[in-house]
């Protein structure tokens, strides 16, 4: 029999190789991260799913610093804006170009514009004029939408939510993307890589004509023509039932008040504009007639503007509600109850870009004359 020494003494020795999977996939990484540094964040950042409107507001803000006048609210101010009308009646009321971007994110409520408007003024350059597209819909269900807001936080806005808010819990990886992002641009990237090589190397699989940045001055797919209300009428669409089925994502709690938690979301909001270089305008979005009726016969509209008003309260903001709005639109200007079409989004962008002219100059009049007087 064998004893143990000689038995042990029998196995072959253990080798250690070098890891070159470790080491393969190092240096993989690092021509990945250099050829996205080459591509550049500008042409990465994607803007086709409603998931990617939100990281592409983040995204462009990190890569450019916020325009100077920033507009932002829900999908009701993205087609309310036609950016190349916009561009062009600046720079005929002003001329001269203003940096103007849509910021508006689809589905976006009040939680998400405060996170997102609190971020755009922590940058070194904050914009000079924010407006906000507000409507009684952004200030619907309890609870906020904790993985859009957590796109625009800092672990140190995490941590201050945490402490009231313990199922932000779940949304705590979002934030380390965010910090890690920084670094490692195939994280900070990774669903735009997905589209990009998706559009080289499948023939199908994103529609391209999704792919509009209204960030960057482009058409949104929406403004497709001059389609009214008429065209629902045309196709058999019972406007009774698509009321209802709008209508419906309306509704606050019984009795019509917004919840709690999107009123203080509101509050915060406003908190923001708290001092005169830092103006805000709000607009009220408009909708069509039908659904302005059936918003005032549930008594939202009114509880709506009951909300703004408290939360604007002797702030740095000027509300236009949709009663004294210059501009006014027939049905035949909706793409359906609560979207303009083209041709009243070419409308609403001369009087906007009317609006911007005129504050952002009286903001650069104050500015120069405070320098002066120093």
Request: proline share 7%; hydrophobic share 40%; with cysteine.
């Amino acid at each position: 029999m064998a004893d143990s020494s000689s038995t042990s003494s029998s196995k072959p020795p253990i080798r250690f190789g070098a890891p070159w999977g470790l080491l393969g996939a190092i240096v993989l990484l690092v021509a990945v991260e250099a050829a996205l540094r080459i591509i550049g964040p500008i042409k990465l950042i994607a803007f086709a799913s409603d998931e990617g409107q939100y990281r592409a507001v983040r995204d462009f803000v990190d890569a450019q610093g916020p325009a100077d006048v920033a507009l932002i609210g829900s999908s009701q101010f993205r087609e309310a804006i036609a950016m190349p009308r916009l561009t062009e009646s600046i720079e005929k009321c002003a001329g001269h170009d203003i940096w103007t971007a849509n910021y508006s994110m689809r589905g976006a409520r009040v939680d998400v514009l405060d996170a997102a408007v609190r971020y755009m003024l922590r940058q070194p350059r904050p914009p000079k004029l924010i407006i906000v597209g507000l409507s009684p819909r952004d200030l619907r269900l309890k609870e906020p939408d904790w993985p859009r807001v957590a796109i625009f936080w800092t672990p140190a806005d995490w941590l201050r939510e945490f402490r009231g808010h313990r199922e932000v819990l779940d949304v705590l990886p979002i934030v380390v993307r965010n910090e890690a992002g920084w670094g490692l641009w195939s994280l900070r990237y990774r669903e735009e890589i997905s589209l990009w090589l998706q559009r080289r190397f499948t023939r199908f699989g994103v529609d391209a004509s999704e792919d509009r940045d209204p960030i960057i001055g482009e058409m949104t797919a929406q403004h497709v023509g001059p389609k009214g209300l008429a065209y629902f009428a045309e196709k058999g669409v019972s406007k009774k039932r698509l009321l209802d089925r709008v209508a419906d994502s309306y509704l606050f709690e019984l009795p019509p008040q917004p919840p709690a938690e999107m009123q203080a979301r509101l509050n915060a909001l406003a908190s923001q504009f708290n001092r005169p270089d830092r103006p805000g305008l709000w607009i009220e979005m408009p909708v069509a007639t039908l659904l302005e009726t059936r918003l005032k016969q549930t008594r939202l509209k009114s509880a709506f503007e009951t909300a703004v008003h408290d939360a604007i309260l002797g702030r740095a903001i000027d509300y236009v509600p949709d009663k004294d709005r210059p501009v006014q639109f027939a049905k035949t200007e909706f793409r359906d109850l609560q979207h303009l079409n083209l041709p009243g989004a070419q409308r609403m962008s001369d009087w906007v870009a009317s609006e911007i002219v005129r504050r952002v100059e009286s903001t650069d009049r104050s500015t120069t004359k405070q320098a002066g007087g120093r």
